[in-house]
């Protein structure tokens, strides 16, 4: 059984620096595609970053590019998202997934695998 758990969230204030990560399990990770995904209060959920299987081919959403960094560690089944000079409206849950998608894809339905969230405050 396929698990994805998330964890590095925090409330930290604009400027600031976080980095999640993503733990998996129960499915052969260095396989698959991952992304991160994130939701605001009274919003769906969107595109934040998505890496192929071996780490290339690294592809963001306009509001984080230049900021946010996703990269993965096959040896250790971990995903993670390095976000810097963080923003108020980075607040957010934030999702990791996992796609058999053997292409770039921004689209949560093409996501197999799905964590449970971690929150992100930013306070201004």
């Known amino acids: 059984q396929a698990q994805l758990v998330e964890s590095g969230g925090g409330l930290v204030q604009a400027g600031d620096s976080l980095r999640l990560s993503c733990a998996a399990s129960?499915?052969?990770?260095?396989?698959?595609?991952m992304g991160w995904f994130r939701q605001a209060p009274g919003k769906e959920r969107e595109f934040v970053a998505t890496?192929?299987?071996?780490?290339?081919?690294?592809y963001y959403a306009a509001s984080v590019k230049g900021r946010f960094a996703i990269s993965r560690d096959n040896a250790k089944n971990t995903l993670y998202l390095q976000m810097n000079s963080l923003k108020p409206e980075d607040t957010a849950v934030y999702y990791c997934?996992?796609?058999?998608?053997?292409?770039?894809?921004?689209?949560?339905?093409?996501?197999?695998?799905w964590g449970q969230g971690t929150q992100v405050t930013v306070s201004s």
């Open positions: 129960g499915y052969t990770f260095s396989t698959y595609r």
């Open positions: 997934a996992a796609s058999r998608a053997y292409g770039t894809t921004s689209s949560s339905r093409d996501y197999n695998y």
């Open positions: 890496i192929s299987w071996n780490g290339g081919g690294p």
